[in-house]
């Protein structure tokens, strides 16, 4: 578990000085691709069938 913690907090460091050198309008072409990527995937999910309480149908 705090390996764990670890290596999150060591990744998000690393996201966060990643984003540092960028300029606003870097920023905001990335944030426009991971919504558009976001956008794609909730198109491509496929609705969860409910399951029925009997499987065993006569």
């Known amino acids: 578990m705090l390996l764990r913690l670890a ?3 060591l990744t998000n460091t690393f ?9 606003k309008q870097d920023k905001d072409i990335e ?3 991971l ?3 976001i956008g794609i995937l909730c198109q491509s999910r ?3 069938q409910p399951r ?6 006569p």
């Open 7 to 9: 290596y999150l907090g």
């Open 15 to 23: 996201a966060m000085l990643r984003l540092l050198p960028m300029s």
């Open 31 to 33: 944030i426009l691709a």
């Open 35 to 37: 919504r558009h990527q």
């Open 46 to 48: 496929s609705p969860i």
């Open 52 to 57: 029925s309480a009997n499987r065993s149908s």
